[in-house]
C-alpha cells in the first residue's frame, strides 16, 4: 500500500527555521516524484515545488522559489519542506503528494502537516 | 488570483448530474492533456478523481467523469451523492515557469 506520512503539526515563531518531512512507503521512492502543495485557511490549493528523490532534480514554483527548500534523502525514502525564516504568512497547511512525473498531478496524498507561525 | 477558473459554488440534488467547470488557456489546460480533478473533504487531504483529462484512478466511481474542450475542461458527477459534497479543484500542467498550476477551487452543495 502506498503511504506518505508526514511528520506532525508545528507551532513556530516569527524568524525561526523549520524542516517538515514526508516518509514514502509501499513503493520506489525514487521512480516517482514528490511534490509539495500549501493551503492557507480557508484557501485553495497551490502548487509550491517538486523533486525526483532518484537524482534530486528539483522545480519551483516562481511563488516560492527563494522562500523555501525542497530536499529529499533516498536513503530513507523521506522528502522535505524548510523555510530559513518563518513569516506570519506561512501559517497553512502543507501536503506532499506523489507524482509519477514532473507534471500530470499528484496520485496519492500525505495527511499534511499544519504550520502556525505566530508571535 | 488562481491561474485556473472555476465557479466558486455548485449544487444538486441526490441523483441529478452536475458539471464543474475548469477554464484556462492555451498554455495550460488547451495546450496539454495533463488536466487532473481532485476531491477534498473538510479537514481532509485532497483525493485524485481524474488525471490525464478523462482517466479515472483505480477504486474511484464511474460517477465522475472528465472531458475537455478548447480551453476549459470539465468534471461531471452524475447520481450525485450526499458523500459527493466536498471542495473540488482541477489542475494542469503549464509552459510558464509554474509547471502546474490549480483552479481555485468550487465547493459542491448535495441539497
Known amino acids: ?119 | 488570483q488562481s491561474a485556473l477558473t472555476q465557479p466558486a459554488s455548485v449544487s444538486g440534488s441526490p441523483g441529478q448530474s452536475i458539471t464543474i467547470s475548469c477554464t484556462g488557456t492555451s498554455s495550460d489546460v488547451g495546450g496539454y492533456n495533463y488536466v487532473s480533478w481532485y476531491q477534498q473533504h473538510p479537514g481532509k487531504a485532497p483525493k485524485l478523481m481524474i488525471y490525464e483529462v478523462s482517466n479515472r484512478p483505480s477504486g474511484v466511481s464511474n460517477r465522475f467523469s472528465g472531458s475537455k474542450s478548447g480551453n476549459t475542461a470539465s468534471l461531471t458527477i452524475s447520481g450525485l451523492q450526499a458523500e459527493d459534497e466536498a471542495d473540488y479543484y482541477c489542475s494542469s500542467y503549464t509552459s510558464s515557469s509554474t509547471l502546474e498550476v490549480f483552479g481555485g477551487g468550487t465547493k459542491l452543495t448535495v441539497l
Open chain 1, 1 to 119: 500500500e502506498v503511504q506518505l506520512v508526514q511528520s506532525g503539526a508545528e507551532v513556530k515563531k516569527p524568524g525561526e527555521s523549520l524542516k517538515i518531512s514526508c516518509k514514502g512507503s509501499g513503493y520506489s521512492f525514487t521512480s516517482y516524484w514528490i511534490g509539495w502543495v500549501r493551503q492557507m485557511p480557508g484557501k485553495g490549493l497551490e502548487w509550491m515545488g517538486i523533486i525526483y528523490p532518484g537524482d534530486s532534480d528539483t522545480r519551483y514554483s516562481p511563488s516560492f522559489q527563494g522562500q523555501v527548500t525542497i530536499s529529499a534523502d533516498k536513503s530513507i525514502s523521506t522528502a522535505y519542506l524548510q523555510w530559513s525564516s518563518l513569516k506570519a504568512s506561512d501559517t497553512a497547511m502543507y501536503y506532499c503528494a506523489r507524482a509519477p512525473g514532473p507534471t500530470g498531478g499528484f496520485d496519492y496524498w500525505g495527511q499534511g502537516t499544519l504550520v502556525t507561525v505566530s508571535s
